[in-house]
Each structure stands twice: as C-alpha cells, then as structure tokens.
C-alpha cells in the first residue's frame, strides 16, 4: 500500500518558519514527481512548490524565494522549508505525486491524480 503522510505543521507567528515533510511508503520518490499543495478555507486548492523528476524545482510567485523544497531519498523524504511565513500562507498542506495545474478544484478531490497524503495545518498569525 502506497502512503504519503505530511508532518511539521503547525502555529507560527508571522516572520517564522516551518519545515515541512513528506514521507512516502510503499513507492520510491526517487522516481517520482513530487507536487507540495495548500488550499485555504474558501480558496482553491494551488500548487505551492514541485520537484520534477529531473531534479528541477518550481515554486508559486508567493511562496518564490521563502519556500525552499529539497528531497532526501535516502529517508525517502521530500521537504518544503517554509521561510518568512505570512497569514497569507495559512492552510491545509499536502503533499502528492502530482504536479497539476488546477483551477477552482480542492485538494481532497484530486486523489485520482497521483497519491496523496492527508494533509498538515499550517496557521500563521499576524
């Protein structure tokens, strides 16, 4: 059974950080794409940051040059270190094997595109 499961959520005051992991069982991210996502109440579900299978990484203009992913395939882990956080960073963070161009959909529909993990909260407060 494959499981992708997200830790290092949490409360942070604006200017914090957080580090944020994906640990996936059951397949190796050495071979795949790995998509970090947020989704916000009432707002869509939105890639934040992705590492390619070529080792190429993207990032949202809002998260550009704060957010930080990295992988560890020796621990079979993807990271998303999260800098300089602001409210506006606040949400539901997933991780999956996907990187998608969404518009107006939510996370928690998405699993037929790739595997995905539960989700980690992450709140920022001003």
């Known amino acids: 059974e494959v499981q992708l499961v997200e830790s290092g959520g949490g409360s942070v005051q604006a200017g914090g950080s957080l580090r944020l992991a994906c640990i996936a069982s059951g397949l190796s991210l050495r071979n795949s794409v790995v998509g970090w996502y947020r989704q916000a109440p009432g707002n869509e579900c939105e890639l934040v940051s992705g590492l390619d299978s070529d080792g190429s990484t993207r990032y949202a203009d809002a998260v550009m040059g704060r957010f930080t992913i990295s992988q560890d395939y020796a621990k079979n882990t993807v990271y998303l270190q999260m800098n300089s956080l602001k409210p506006a960073d606040t949400g539901v963070y997933y991780c999956?094997?996907?990187?998608?161009?969404?518009?107006?959909?939510?996370?928690?529909?998405?699993?037929?595109?790739?595997?995905w993990g539960q989700g980690t909260q992450v709140t920022v407060s001003s």
């Open positions: 999956a094997t996907a990187l998608l161009t969404l518009r107006g959909r939510d996370c928690a529909s998405l699993g037929a595109f790739g595997y």
